[in-house]
């Protein structure tokens, strides 16, 4: 009889000779030379180091808290298979050290347990995971048959899920990368974080690959890349611009929906992560075996140089696993009960997010999952802060929303993540869902109330302006609690779900034909007006109308109390030809067409978005960080905020609960609360916005003393072209003329 190691080699040779994985440390032997040691249980994933005794190689650490056992599979350049058991098991942790293993190194897991749907276990060794942890990501998913852990063509649907699938799925899903786990001293040592304060921020919503995919500047080879959006070129906009951070779609790791790749399409918005750690591979012109995320951070540098803030749109309400018909990618195969909700029939998944899945967060180690994740973006990728998708299903406790959550409770005391800028999307798709004001302090939160109240307000809808007047200045009725300040509210008329501004104003219903769904899809509540033609029209008059609802639409923005967000290239006009939910439209529809800023009327909006960036930037009483108070605050009667009727009277009660075509609203710069960073009181010039929605000209009576003695004009959105020079001066109590759907801002002049 031979030896024990006898049989080991042999069995390892044999393995090679057919092609098939070697098993390390199982029950065929163990492949020569590639020893496993204990390693450590943390920190989780996959981190090269070099150990006490100066030999390199890499930790790999998975939790599975249910797992019968855990199989670590390394692959070569071929996509040849090397499978090693990992033997510790420490606090549900499996981990093990394999030496020679270096940076590049391709890997995943094969997880075994029970295949035992009625009660939630999906284990099913057959499919290659990813690792949760994975810092990069390498190949793309194309899910077929194979990745799923269930018959996916079971004739009997009703049941197909419980019936599993032993096919393997290694050569068709991506593989985790073993990476550097610490960025070159050269990569940040320059780095300076922005640190724009809240009040000062214009947020900029833009993808990674539509902004930059057509844009003439930068070389072909890094259009719709990280380092296309760090070229000059693309930076120089954002620069003339004058925003302050940019709010990236999302740049996880995702997968494209069956659905979606069956109608030969993909999905382009990215709300369908599999990959937490892990910068989007198709988003790296460098390589996408570790170069990505490199790429990333120098992407990231480059922004922050340019005084522009990194804001990632994360989405840790649900994974691109979907609900029990769902593909087989990761966590569900890792331990699918102790990352997901699941229903009393725990075959089922509760789903709040309308994706086919909720993870569940208030399990602590999915809680472990998505607060490692951010502070790795934010501690060793540089990103200064978050808008969280569906953010109420994170704040689920058992069932319902909870302020108390373990998610918010979590995120309110680390001393990392408390430091930066969260924004939350606030609200999910299930019951008592809709949260707009009610995040804690420390959050901002998207306003759809704000956007619905300006939409409704410039296609004449509004049924009186009480809700108008809260929006404008700052949204007090939801923020002014628990120490709340005015940039709580992230202020929006259009976002990625939706019409852009231009289409706003050219369309009455959604024209998503191109999405394969028989326009089913995407909402039906547009809140927009087409100005009299339906689309594209050569009616000088409509196309002029639709400029200067255009107009109106981003001052009223720029001027409005909060935190204002534009969506890249609304600025120029950019359609989507009336689709509403582009989220797998990766062509021109999406991408942002840069031959707009050679048309004159285009440009000129730019200029205009670019004008009024800059007047927020230069006057502190456009940017409050305090509520208006609407009180006397000196003898005279003035106060930090006033309201005005055409006639130039105050408004009165009756006057809110009335329709108004016509709003005026006063800003004092004498009573604006706080100091400078020298200690000295804040003092600004004080501006008089007049809002007029109505197609005929109105006789607007400029209010008199304590007000103003006279009013010079800063910005008429009747006109094509802005003057640059200070405009007319009107002296006070006398009666203008203001044209037909117009926004007047008014400098207070003495």
């Known amino acids: ?37 204990p390693g450590a249980p943390v920190p989780l994933g996959a981190r090269f180091r070099v150990g006490p005794d100066g030999v390199a190689g890499t930790n790999f650490a998975l939790w599975a ?5 855990v199989e670590l599979c390394l692959f070569d350049e071929r996509g040849k298979e090397t499978r090693a058991k990992l033997t510790e098991l420490t606090h549900e942790i499996w981990h093990g050290f394999v030496p ?17 749907p009625w009660t939630g276990a999906r284990w099913n060794p057959a499919k290659l995971l990813l690792d949760p942890y994975a810092r990069a990501v390498d190949g793309d998913f194309t899910l077929p048959p194979e990745v799923y852990g269930h018959v996916r063509d079971w004739p009997q649907q009703h049941v197909a899920d419980t019936v599993r699938d032993e ?34 921020s214009v947020i900029y919503e833009l993808h990674v690959r539509g902004f930059t995919k057509l844009h003439p500047g930068i070389p072909e080879e890094l259009r719709g890349t990280y380092a296309g959006l760090a070229h000059p070129a693309a930076i120089e906009h954002l620069a003339k611009l004058g925003v302050t951070a940019v709010e990236l779609l999302p740049v996880h790791q995702f997968a494209h929906e069956d659905h979606l790749l069956r109608r030969g399409l993909r999905n382009y918005w990215g709300y369908n992560s599999i990959g937490y750690f892990a910068p989007h591979a198709a988003y790296a012109a460098s390589g996408t075996t570790g170069q990505q995320v490199g790429e990333f951070r120098r992407m990231v540098r480059a922004l922050h140089a340019a005084g522009i803030e990194v804001i990632l749109d994360v989405v840790y309400n649900h994974t691109a696993e979907a609900g029990e018909l769902g593909p087989t990618l990761s966590l569900k195969g890792v331990d699918n009960r102790g990352y997901y909700r699941l229903q009393a029939d725990a075959r089922r998944y509760a789903d709040y997010t309308g994706c086919g899945n909720t993870l569940h967060v208030v399990q602590p180690q999915v809680l472990r999952l998505i607060t490692d994740s951010l502070r790795y973006w934010v501690t060793e990728m540089g990103v200064d802060g978050f808008r969280f998708d569906l953010a109420a299903a994170l704040a689920r406790s058992m069932h319902d929303v909870d302020m108390l959550s373990p998610f ?17 999307e606030p609200w999910d798709i299930g019951s008592g869902g809709y949260q707009v004001g009610a995040f804690p302090p420390l959050w901002t939160e998207w306003n759809d109330r704000y956007r619905d109240a300006v939409r409704d307000f410039w296609r004449g809808a509004l049924p009186d302006v009480r809700d108008l007047g809260y929006r404008l200045s700052g949204s007090s009725d939801l923020y002014a609690w628990g120490g709340r300040r005015p940039y709580a509210s992230v202020n929006f008329v259009t976002a990625h779900d939706g019409f852009t501004l231009r289409d706003m104003v050219s369309y009455e219903h959604k024209h998503n034909e191109a999405n394969g769904e028989g326009n089913r899809d995407g909402s039906n509540d547009n809140r927009s007006w087409n100005c009299g033609a339906e689309g594209g029209t050569d009616d000088e008059d409509v196309l002029a109308l639709r400029r200067r609802q255009l107009r109106n639409l981003l001052s009223t923005l720029l001027l409005s109390t909060g935190v204002p967000m534009l969506v890249a290239g609304d600025e ?38 670019s004008r009024l960036i800059a007047l927020r930037h230069r006057h502190p009483v456009l940017r409050r960080r305090a509520f208006f108070s609407g009180r006397p605050h000196s ?31 006063y800003l004092s710069g004498r009573d604006i609360p706080g100091r400078d960073e020298r200690g000295a009181q804040i003092v600004d010039d004080s501006f008089l916005v007049v809002l007029h929605t109505g197609h005929r000209p109105v006789d607007f009576v400029l209010p008199g003393t304590p007000w103003a003695r006279r009013y010079e004009v800063v910005v008429d959105t009747s006109r094509e072209e802005q003057a640059r020079e200070p405009g007319a001066e009107h002296p006070a109590g006398t009666e203008i003329s203001v044209p037909g759907r117009t926004v007047l801002l008014l400098r207070v002049a003495g």
Request: proline fraction near 7%; charge should be negative.
């Open 1 to 37: 009889m031979s030896s024990a190691a006898e049989q080991e080699a042999v069995a390892g040779a044999v393995a090679a000779e057919e092609g098939r994985p070697a098993v390390l440390n199982g029950a065929r032997g163990r492949a020569p030379g590639v020893p496993v040691r």
């Open 65 to 69: 808290g249910g797992a019968e056992a």
């Open 100 to 116: 020679g293993v270096m940076p590049g190194q391709r890997y995943g897991y094969r997880v075994h347990g029970r295949w035992d």
């Open 167 to 200: 096919r393997d799925s290694a050569p068709y899903v991506p593989k985790g990368v073993v990476v550097h786990d610490d960025a070159p001293d050269d990569e940040w040592q320059d780095d300076r974080r922005p640190k724009t304060p809240w009040a000062d």
């Open 408 to 424: 918010l409770a979590v995120i309110a005391q680390d001393p990392v993540l408390r430091r930066v800028k969260l924004i939350a």
């Open 572 to 609: 120029m006009g950019r359609t989507q030809r009336g689709n509403n939910n582009a989220y797998c439209q990766d062509n021109e529809i999406s991408w942002l067409d840069w031959a707009l800023l050679e048309e004159p009327g285009w440009k000129a909006l730019f200029e205009l978005t």
């Open 635 to 665: 003898a005279d009667g003035l106060r930090d905020l006033a309201w005005f009727t055409a006639r130039g009277t105050e408004m009165t009660e009756a006057d809110w609960y009335a329709p108004a075509a016509t709003l005026g609203m």
